[in-house]
C-alpha cells in the first residue's frame, strides 16, 4: 500500500497524558498536513510542512500541541497534557509541492481522552 | 464570513434523482478548489477537482464562479452508494474545508 498511512488508529488516554501521533506520507510527496476533524465538522487545518520546514500553524494549535517532520519524510503530532477537548479524529495528508495539487488524506487516528 | 461555507444538509434526495450542491468561498485569490467526498468514520477522499471551465466526471459534474466565488457540485442518476458527505476544499498553500453536506439517497 503506497498510500499515507497512520499509527496509532486509535489512541484512548487519560486527562493529563501525552500522546503522540505518526504519519508516514505518500514517497514523492513534499508537503505534508496536520487537521483535526470532530463530529459533524470538516476538517480544520492545523499545521503543514514542506519538506523539514514547517511552513504554518494554525492558531488552533496551541502550545501543547507540537508537529515535527525532522528528515523530510514522517512525522509526528505530539499532545502534551491532553484535555477532554482534544478529542477527535487526526488526519494527516500529503501532497506535492505545488499549490494547485490536491492532498491525500491517511486514515486518521482518533483519540479518546477520558 | 467563514472561510469555506456549505449548507450541512442532510440533503434527503430519491434514488435516480439529481442533486446539486453549493459552496461558497471568502478568498478571492484562492487558486485550487475540490470537492472530497467522506463516508462515516473514513478518512475523505478526492471526487474531483475543480477547474475554471467546469468539468464533469461520469455523473458528477463541477462548476466554479470566480466572480460570485462559489463552487457547485451536481449529481446526476443518483445511487444509494453516492450517500455520504460532501466537502467542499479551497486552497492556497493549504486546504481549507468547509463542514461538508449531508446527502442521503432514499431507495
Known amino acids: 500500500d503506497t498510500g499515507v498511512s497512520q499509527d496509532p488508529r486509535h489512541k484512548i488516554t487519560k486527562r493529563g497524558q501525552n500522546v503522540t501521533f505518526r504519519c508516514d506520507p505518500i514517497?514523492?510527496?513534499?508537503?505534508l498536513y496536520w487537521y483535526r476533524q470532530t463530529l459533524g465538522q470538516g476538517p480544520e487545518f492545523l499545521t503543514y510542512?514542506?519538506?523539514?520546514?514547517?511552513?504554518?500553524k494554525s492558531r488552533l494549535l496551541s502550545d501543547r500541541f507540537s508537529a515535527e517532520r525532522p528528515k523530510g519524510s514522517f512525522s509526528t503530532l505530539e499532545i502534551q497534557r491532553t484535555e477532554q477537548g482534544d478529542s477527535a479524529m487526526y488526519l494527516c495528508?500529503?501532497?506535492?509541492?505545488?499549490?494547485?495539487?490536491?492532498?491525500?488524506f491517511g486514515p486518521g487516528t482518533r483519540l479518546t481522552v477520558l | 464570513r467563514k472561510e469555506v461555507e456549505q449548507d450541512p444538509g442532510p440533503f434527503n434526495v430519491p434514488e435516480g434523482a439529481t442533486v446539486a450542491f453549493n459552496c461558497t468561498y471568502s478568498?478571492?485569490?484562492?487558486?485550487?478548489f475540490f470537492w472530497y467526498r467522506q463516508d462515516c468514520r473514513k478518512e475523505p477522499k478526492l471526487l474531483m477537482s475543480?477547474?475554471?471551465s467546469g468539468n464533469e466526471d461520469g455523473r458528477f459534474t463541477a462548476q466554479l464562479n470566480r466572480a460570485s466565488q462559489y463552487i457547485s457540485l451536481l449529481i446526476r442518476d443518483s445511487k444509494l452508494s453516492d450517500s455520504a458527505t460532501y466537502l467542499c476544499?479551497?486552497?492556497?498553500?493549504?486546504?481549507?474545508f468547509g463542514k461538508g453536506t449531508r446527502l442521503h439517497i432514499l431507495p
Open positions: 510542512f514542506q519538506n523539514e520546514a514547517q511552513l504554518e
Open positions: 478568498n478571492s485569490a484562492s487558486q485550487s
Open positions: 476544499a479551497v486552497k492556497d498553500d493549504k486546504i481549507i
Open positions: 495528508a500529503s501532497s506535492r509541492g505545488t499549490s494547485s495539487n490536491e492532498q491525500f
Open positions: 514517497s514523492e510527496h513534499n508537503r
Open positions: 475543480v477547474y475554471s
